[in-house]
């Protein structure tokens, strides 16, 4: 398991550049007109863990697996998206299966590239986007609503869509509902308000140490929200380069993490998202659970029936794994721990389970 992250924007943002950026491929073209990227394109890219790479060397394992994210680089949308403008709902479609959206705003100046509004503004267009998507949610809550009088809903499922309803009206973002049912219910709609989401300012070069009037009015007027700011066309150009070149340019322009590493780190902080280990000979791998994940349930991460066969947990953490450079070694030392079916499972876990035939 990995996670998924849809990239929405305004045409001509840099959702494309940025894009190839983080794949470190080709796939999506970039130009210098609306709609050039029509249909999504899709990259799977692995998520870089040191601790990983340490496991991997000490197992001396035949394998390495990063867990990955997957990145979807979707068509520029534009005011009226909701009602079939551009490219309208074959665009919305595109992002309902998505963990969680990153909304990329431009926060450059350039006369080279045309913005669609004619003027930089990206907290206007932040709301614009926001607005498509409100508006795409209502649609769809009017038409099971009007289904709901020939299929019948429960009496709480029409009360709650009402009142979702009622919020996207009054121009409000959904809360996400507690009751576990109640999440259920709604995560079949597909709605995008309940979509988590990662703000992301684009800059040019000489504003990626320290931001400028754009990225500060983006983080005054969303205090509450992930903000990330990067330059893709430097992303672009640190993917194209080895990694000792890649290490020395990146010093050079003041960077310490990769646009890459941010957003994955902002992913996993806003997914409450954690990793745990399997290593030995054959492959050392990495695992993307929720936090607090029982061990049963992280188990069916690895195979369905490890899931329904559990038995127990061996667990070492990372560290002492680390320190004494075996299962095996940690065990003779005591560092080993047996763990039941109530365990949650830890951030860097390194995991071996037990199961029934």
């Known amino acids: ?51 990983l790479d340490d496991l991997h060397g000490l197992s001396k394992s035949k394998k390495k697996i990063y867990t990955n994210i997957t990145f979807v680089d979707i068509a520029g949308l534009v005011k009226g998206a ?6 309208g709902n074959k665009f919305l479609s595109h992002i ?12 450059f100046d350039s006369e080279k590239i045309q913005h669609v509004n004619s003027k930089i503004n990206p907290l206007n267009d932040l709301e614009s986007i926001k607005t498509e998507l409100l508006l ?20 709480e ?21 507690v009751a576990e049912q109640e999440k259920r219910f709604l ?19 000489n504003s990626l140490s320290n931001g400028n009037k754009y990225t ?10 992930r903000v990330v700011v990067i330059c893709a066309d430097i992303e672009d150009q640190i993917m194209g380069l080895d990694k000792n070149e890649r290490e020395s340019f990146m010093k050079e322009v003041g960077l310490d993490k990769t646009g890459l590493n941010k957003l ?18 054959e492959e050392s791998r990495a695992w993307t659970i929720k936090k607090d994940t029982l061990a049963p349930k992280a188990a069916g991460v690895i195979h369905s029936d490890f899931q329904k066969n559990f038995i127990r947990a061996e667990v070492v953490s990372y560290e002492d794994f680390l320190s004494y450079g075996s299962m095996e070694k940690c065990k003779e030392i005591g560092k080993l721990r047996i763990e039941g079916k109530d365990y949650q499972i830890k951030d860097g876990d390194v995991l071996h389970f037990r199961v029934n035939p």
């Open 1 to 51: 398991m990995g996670f998924k992250c849809g990239i929405v924007g305004l045409p001509n943002v840099g959702k494309s550049t940025l894009f190839n950026a983080l794949t470190a491929s080709k796939n999506a073209e970039a130009g210098n007109f609306p709609f050039c990227t029509i249909d999504p394109n899709v990259g799977i890219v692995d998520v870089p863990d040191k601790r």
């Open 96 to 107: 309902r299966e998505v963990d969680a959206i990153i909304h990329l705003v431009r926060c």
């Open 136 to 155: 795409s949610d209502i649609d769809i809550i009017l038409k099971r609503l009007e289904k709901s009088k020939k299929k019948s809903l429960k009496a």
């Open 264 to 281: 994955i780190r902002a992913g996993y902080d806003l997914l409450n998202l954690d990793t745990f280990f399997t290593s030995g000979p």
């Open 216 to 225: 500060s009015s983006i983080k005054e007027n969303y205090p509450n929200e």
């Open 82 to 87: 909701s009602k079939g403008e551009g490219l």
């Open 187 to 205: 995560s079949n709609l597909g709605l995008l308000s309940l979509k988590p989401k990662i703000i992301v300012c684009n800059v040019d070069e």
């Open 157 to 177: 499922e029409i009360s709650l869509l009402e009142k979702i309803l009622k919020s996207l009206n009054d121009g409000k973002e959904i809360v996400p509902p």
